[in-house]
């Protein structure tokens, strides 16, 4: 084969691929990103997990609200993996800051009479692990890697990603490919 034949066949195999959601060269699958995603819950998930804001009591106006002084350090909890691309900071920050808007515009009397059964207001993310998007507590090495990953969609610059584990709870991932590499743009209520 010549040389310039090899460099056609080169170029057929990169485009299947980016056409595909494949690796972009020197890179990481969308599959493997997500992988490597649930890898990084592992070692950080317990300390960017204390970050999350949270709906509390506040004392100066006397009502429930959500409590977003950590949003900054969460956000770039998030950021710091270098899993997500640039525009997840906008869709994380604006989850958290819809539902803020929300709850402060909820009546106090509503508010008052969710308190008197027993409950608060709760995010979406109260009432499930905010990486897996499930409600399972004990998370492992072994539960990752029987997950499958299946690309829903793929394009040559995005790709869909639905991980699905075990238990039979599915988890979509939006992922963009940024500079050369495939970034989570969005996945689970964070899109």
Not at 13 to 18: I, S
Not at 116 to 136: K, N, P, S, V, Y
Request: aromatic residues 10%; proline residues 4%.
């Amino acid at each position: 084969m010549t040389g310039r034949a090899r460099l056609r066949v080169a170029g057929v195999v990169l485009l299947l691929a980016a056409q595909s959601g494949g690796a972009a060269p020197g890179g990481d699958t969308p599959s493997r990103v997500v992988r490597r995603f649930y890898e990084w819950t592992l070692r950080n998930g317990e300390q960017v997990r204390r970050l999350e804001p949270r709906v509390s009591w506040d004392p100066e106006n006397r009502r429930l609200a959500l409590d977003t002084t950590t949003l900054p350090e969460f956000v770039a909890a998030f950021m710091d993996s270098g899993l997500f691309a640039p525009e997840f900071t906008t869709i994380l920050s604006g989850y958290y800051r819809n539902h803020g808007e929300v709850i402060a515009a909820t009546p106090p009397d509503l508010l008052d009479a969710y308190a008197m059964h027993g409950r608060d207001i709760l995010l979406e993310t109260e009432d499930m692990d905010i990486f897996f998007c499930a409600q399972e507590m004990q998370y492992t090495t072994a539960f990752i890697r029987r997950m499958t990953l299946l690309t829903v969609h793929a394009d040559a610059d995005r790709t869909d990603v639905r991980s699905t584990s075990t238990y039979g709870w599915k988890t979509d991932f939006t992922l963009r490919r940024v500079d050369g590499r495939w970034l989570i743009a969005g996945y689970c209520v964070f899109r």
